[in-house]
């Protein structure tokens, strides 16, 4: 019935599902780095009364977005904070008794019964995710170029060749690309005529993925400890600005997370075989690094039920590694296997990865407080409540836990750091910070006297609620001013489907080539995307070369130094049709800025992350964010023909 409630209102609500189609911007957020694609931001300049009529125009039409989206986003919260607290009224037992596991048996047939059920979970994941899809940004220029531009030229024949995809190199999975490919070339086929929608598609594939995964997650938290805990994790999985954008990425860390969350929630419904099953596939299709984060739980499953549990990782082990060969062998055209090679580049080797730039050892600390806030220092207190709540917790979900502190500890040691390297131990923040909200009563009860109603246990009964309300909006803030302070680009690359051209465009981008969306936004008509110098020093992708063997080609200009290549430039700026630049408000001159030479198609505002004060660009607060933070211009030129 209540169920039915919320579904009620949420139809009610059909502005609910008129997410403003805010799209990527490479968001150079508050915590972000790019290290490989740092650019200086060399010659930019200040253009005066264009950029003064843009932002007129913003300030009107994006703050009646804003307080949309605002509303929406509050709704979908309060919506989910009043379902928890109706359903967990009736005082749930598993919260006044200690547990035992005698009486273990007996309480998971009460929950089945009045625990959390598929439907919620899913319908609230399915909804957040949804949104997640059409409205995050890209937020690291590696997923453009690792991923989506690989699979671009998979669908199209056209896209990037970064010095990985290197057949001398061999370090990224072909099977990855190839299982997005299961929906991308439908889509293709589908919307011939638009990449953008395939783009879309695949996030939302994606996004279908991380649903049920997180369902798993949740449902087995509500039969084990109860729909308490269980809501709470739901509502944190859903809301918190790590998951919701961790959740759409088209990233190998994104997919180990998808496989984290699946096998923890496996693990706790006791079937350790299934869970290293995921598992495996976690490492070998996601991410080849992340099997420390699955260690604890595939050698407790292994203790608990070594003969399935072996069978199942062993068989799942070789037929995905002998997927994976044969795939490489396709593509690559030599027998190689990218899930060792990266691995020995990254270990073995002793890794160059600090090439492209390190960061010190606070970094994902940082890094998590911006993406999680309170959530995430609740959640490094797991360990500290175990005392308390070790009888419920231990030891099935302190397994589940620990890659928390083993990932962060890993991590930390590493010189090169990059936000989406935690994006596997993202759900576990969420389950660890919602075990330790659940247990706050617990710890001022007497050990003796566990019916005990003092004021105090009352107050931090009450605290429960606030504390999580406060994660959420404290979410919601973040969530909302990175999307809406840096989804220029995206939203600027879409403009160029709506123009018209000769065939054999070409479009130029300068130092803001690590916010290229892919080549998904790239109409036919433009025949190439050139790169033209701005004093970056670094290499740059090259265009897939069908001449030289495609995938299989070992272009003589890729090295694993990461230095430029002297072919990468186009040095001839006359050949340009199209122009995209940044105009920030710095005392330099773009080249967009004569307007005898370049005519502005498009320009959308973009959060000038240093110019902003950090607090007011971190969170979003109606009517403040737009007056005190200071905005530059996303720009598309078009030629003027002489
Ligand atoms: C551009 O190329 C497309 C496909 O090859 C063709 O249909 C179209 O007529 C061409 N347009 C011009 C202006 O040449
Ligand atoms: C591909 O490589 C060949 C041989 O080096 C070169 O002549 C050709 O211009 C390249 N094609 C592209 C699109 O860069
Ligand atoms: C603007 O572009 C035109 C045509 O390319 C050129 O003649 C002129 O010198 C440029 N002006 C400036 C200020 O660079």
Request: glycine share 6%.
């Amino acid at each position: 019935m209540r169920k039915l409630c919320l579904v009620l209102t949420i139809l009610n609500y059909p502005e609910l599902f008129v997410w403003p189609q805010a799209s990527d911007a490479p968001q150079a957020s508050d915590s972000l780095t790019y290290a490989p694609c740092d650019t200086s931001i060399g010659t930019h300049g200040v253009v005066g009364s264009y950029s003064c009529t843009q932002k007129t125009v913003f300030s009107v039409r994006e703050k009646e977005e804003a307080k949309a989206f605002h509303f929406n986003f509050h709704f979908i919260a309060m919506s989910l904070a009043a379902v928890r607290q109706r359903r967990s009224q009736p005082s749930d037992p598993s919260l006044s008794e200690p547990y035992t596991k005698v009486d273990k048996p007996k309480k998971s047939e009460e929950k089945e019964e009045q625990g959390l059920g598929w439907f919620l979970p899913f319908l609230g994941l399915g909804l957040l995710r949804y949104m997640s899809a059409t409205s995050n940004i890209i937020h690291d220029c590696d997923e453009v170029f690792n991923y989506w531009e690989p699979l671009h030229f998979l669908l199209y024949k056209t896209g990037f060749q970064t010095w990985e995809y290197s057949s001398q190199f061999a370090l990224r999975s072909y099977l990855y690309l190839l299982f997005h490919e299961i929906v991308g070339r439908p889509a293709s086929w589908l919307f011939s005529e638009d990449k953008v929608r395939v783009f879309y598609a695949v996030r939302f594939f994606l996004g279908l993925i991380s649903v049920l995964a997180d369902t798993v997650l949740v449902v087995a938290l509500s039969r084990k400890y109860g729909k308490r805990l269980a809501t709470y994790a739901l509502a944190m999985l859903c809301l918190t600005s790590g998951c919701f954008f961790a959740s759409t990425s088209f990233l190998p860390s994104s997919f180990s997370m998808y496989a984290i969350s699946l096998a923890s929630g496996l693990f706790l419904l006791d079937r350790p075989a299934a869970a290293i099953a995921v598992a495996v596939i976690g490492v070998i299709l996601g991410w080849p690094f992340s099997i420390l984060a699955f260690l604890p739980l595939t050698l407790y499953s292994l203790y608990r039920r070594f003969k399935p549990a072996f069978i199942a990782g062993a068989v799942t082990s070789v037929i995905l590694l002998a997927l994976s060969i044969v795939t490489d062998f396709y593509y690559y055209g030599r027998w190689t296997s990218s899930v060792v090679n990266l691995l020995i580049y990254n270990v073995a080797g002793g890794g160059e990865s600090h090439l492209y730039g390190t960061e010190g050892p606070l970094y994902y600390l940082k890094n998590g407080f911006n993406n999680f806030n309170v959530c995430f220092v609740l959640a490094l207190l797991f360990l500290g409540i175990l005392p308390i709540a070790k009888k419920k917790y231990a030891p099935d979900l302190l397994i589940v836990m620990s890659p928390l502190y083993i990932w962060l500890g890993f991590m930390s040691l590493q010189p090169h750091k990059e936000e989406r390297f935690l994006y596997p131990i993202y759900p576990l923040i969420c389950v660890a910070a919602s075990a330790v909200i659940e247990s706050f009563p617990d710890l001022f009860r007497s050990k003796y006297n566990t019916y005990d109603n003092s004021i105090i246990v009352t107050a931090a009964k009450i605290l429960r609620p606030v504390i999580l309300s406060l994660i959420l909006y404290a979410s919601h803030a973040r969530t909302f001013s990175l999307i809406h302070g840096y989804s220029a680009p995206i939203e600027v690359y879409k403009i160029l489907e709506h123009h018209d051209a000769e065939n054999g465009s070409v479009l130029c981008v300068g130092s803001e080539w690590h916010r290229f969306p892919s080549s998904f936004f790239v109409p036919d008509y433009v025949g190439q995307v050139r790169w033209i110098d701005d004093g970056f020093r670094g290499l740059l992708p090259f265009p897939f070369n069908s001449t030289l063997g495609g995938t299989a080609s070992a272009p003589p200009y890729f090295n694993n130094k990461n230095m430029a290549s002297a072919e990468q430039y186009l040095h001839d700026v006359d050949a340009c049709t199209f122009l995209v630049e940044l105009e920030l408000k710095r005392p330099y001159l773009i080249r967009g800025s004569n307007l005898s030479t370049w005519e502005p198609i498009a320009a959308l505002p973009y959060l000038d992350r240093e110019l902003s004060p950090a607090f007011y660009r971190s969170f979003f607060i109606p009517y403040l964010w737009q007056e005190k933070n200071v905005f530059g211009m996303y720009k598309l030129f078009k030629r003027i023909p002489k």
